[in-house]
């Protein structure tokens, strides 16, 4: 006989965890002490959202639930944000959550809310322990669920009576599977689609985002020749220094890849999914769609494939290089044409260093000074658009944003996340001020667990992305603008450092220099988002519409 809490812990260690993420309440007590002598190790946070955000990261980088620890009630209520970010976001994670004793209780309802419903619709599955011999098959069936397509988040319930409970030592074997492949009809069609269009042209989505597809990818586009472009959670899939990379859909209309999408006759859409901001709107009657994917297109006003190529993508791409051919009627000269537009667009203000420093001087720093397998993080900011449209990813998960829930205060536990796995790396967290101050006590956890992060916060003193968003709409500058507390003290009373350059130049000595060294660095930035209208609402729907 086994306490059921030291099951549970061996059924996670079987699982392969390496960190829990979370803050205990008195209903974990069991489980923390059974943690103790584990060999996986408690990541202790300042707030649910800074470990729910940490464990959706670990599952998206690594493929394997990022498991994250809560009490009942208020705890588990802070769990929702991570919680939907990782299910729209198709990131493997895994919550568990105390709860009273539930066979006999002295505390009324104090602090008990119905956790296990109250995650039914942002989780793939959510249930009750009911009895401590069911751990293990329950353990089990949460990470299977977790990981396969497509991934998501996942609940426990763990009530204090059950975990101290007696019950039987046993566990179950983790067995793969191989995600099935494409129906041979399907690739033939897809082949023939293709090799009969006029104006193909490859789309990359979140779902592309995988080490084979990666290869796979790339070697389509160099045997067929094809143009690409990606959505902003397919970025870096394939390095987009390739000649054949047009840009990418960090707006849905009106960017210079929407004009090549409006000529495109063909459209061959690898990983999209509909939870990210459209990269492009579908019409009746316009450009078809074949969709490749691990499961069929979600239809949707603006999307809706005309044919559905299901089954592992890597596989599917594979199959399709090997078979394709170039039947000579291809063209893609307007394609050329495009690039040279946005190669020359994207370019413009790169050299600019007036000081408060503009966004796209920024990217092009920050790209310069990071080698290739370099990550920044992004937390939610109009700054999104600009890295998304303007930094150019080499590889995959070297720029890791959010498109899908999009929420405000991931960036800072994402990027705490990212170095904590790749301690090697170079990591960046680029928040806005807004977005920083929603997770910033994490500073504290940075600091604690010895992490060297840079944390760059554009201080534009507002909430910069619904201020442009409200002058695009012609309203009044009204309701968006707040005061900061002093970055570089407030750095520097959690132990971290804290810099506040002056100049364009400044700040790359301070960017090179905190790279460099040990801890944590603030640097608290004053941004220009002057030109975000003129350029963004209004010079692009101008240059491109003559296109
Ligand atoms: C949790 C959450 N609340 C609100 C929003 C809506 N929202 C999106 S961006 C933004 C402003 C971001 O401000 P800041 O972080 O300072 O970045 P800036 O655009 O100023 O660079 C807001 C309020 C959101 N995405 N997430
Ligand atoms: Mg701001």
């Keep these: 006989m086994v306490k059921a809490s030291d099951l549970f812990i061996k059924a996670l260690e079987n699982e392969g965890v390496e960190y829990i993420f979370g803050i205990p309440g008195e209903e974990n007590l069991d489980f923390l002490n059974s943690l103790k002598d584990s060999k996986i190790k408690l990541i202790l946070t300042r707030h649910e959202q800074g470990a729910g955000f940490m464990a959706a990261t670990y599952g998206r ?89 497509r991934p998501g988040a996942v609940h426990l319930e763990l009530p204090e009576d059950i975990a101290a409970e007696d019950c039987e030592d046993r566990i179950f074997d983790v067995i793969g599977f191989k995600r099935p492949d494409a129906d041979e009809m399907t690739i033939q069609k897809a082949i023939k689609i293709i090799e ?21 990818l790339k070697a389509f586009i160099e045997k067929t020749g094809i143009p690409f472009i990606n959505t902003q959670m397919g970025k870096g899939v394939v390095d987009e220094r390739h000649p054949k990379f047009l840009g990418t859909a960090a707006l849905s209309k009106d960017d210079f890849i929407h004009c090549a999408i409006n000529r495109a006759d063909l459209i061959i859409n690898v990983g999209h999914d509909v939870i990210e901001k459209p990269p492009f709107f579908m019409e009746e009657g316009g450009t078809k769609v074949i969709h490749i994917n691990f499961f069929p297109a979600q239809v949707d006003e603006v999307y809706f494939p005309q044919l559905n190529v299901i089954g592992d993508i890597a ?32 370019s413009k203000y790169s050299k600019d260093n007036r000081f408060p420093i503009l966004p796209q001087r920024l990217v092009h720093l920050v790209r310069e000074e990071l080698p290739d397998d370099g990550i920044i993080t992004l937390d939610n900011g109009v700054y999104k658009i600009w890295f998304a449209r303007n930094y ?108 506040r350059p002056t100049s364009d130049d400044d700040f790359k000595e301070v960017l090179a220099k ?18 975000n209208h003129s350029i963004l609402n209004v010079l692009l729907k101008e240059r491109t519409c003559i296109l």
């Design 392 to 499: 150019k990813s080499y590889q995959p998960n070297t720029l890791l944003l959010d498109n899908a829930l999009a929420s405000m205060g991931a960036g800072l536990p994402s990027a705490m996340l990212a170095k904590l796995i790749n301690p090697d790396k170079k990591v960046i967290s680029i928040c806005g001020d807004g977005g920083f101050m929603m997770n910033s006590q994490e500073l504290e956890t940075a600091v604690r667990i010895g992490l060297n992060l840079v944390v760059i916060i554009l201080n534009d003193s507002a909430y910069g992305m619904i201020k442009w968003k409200q002058e695009g709409m012609g309203f009044e500058d009204f309701g968006l603008d707040y005061k900061n507390p002093d970055f570089v003290k407030y750095a520097e009373s959690y132990g971290a450092f804290g810099h």
């Design 61 to 149: 980088l690594t493929g394997k639930p990022g498991v994250c620890l809560a009490t009942l009630g208020p705890g588990a209520t802070n769990f929702t944000t991570p919680a939907a970010y990782a299910q729209l976001g198709a990131m493997p994670m895994m919550m568990i959550t105390g709860q009273k004793p539930i066979k006999k209780s002295k505390q009324g309802r104090f602090q008990i809310v119905d956790i296990v419903d109250l995650f039914r619709p942002i989780t793939k599955y959510t249930a009750q322990i009911v009895n401590g011999n069911n751990i293990p098959s329950m353990v089990r069936e949460a990470f299977r669920l977790s990981m396969e397509e």
């Design 315 to 346: 596989s599917s791409v594979e199959r399709l290089t090997i078979h394709i051919e170039n039947k000579g009627n291809w063209d893609f000269s307007y394609y050329g044409r495009i690039k040279e537009e946005v190669e020359s667009h994207l």
């Design 196 to 216: 009969d269009a006029k104006m193909p042209l490859l789309l990359i989505g979140a779902g592309a985002n995988r080490k084979r597809t990666s290869k796979a």
């Design 514 to 531: 905190c790279l460099n060294m040990h801890g944590v660095h603030v640097i608290d930035l004053a941004v220009d988002y002057s030109l």
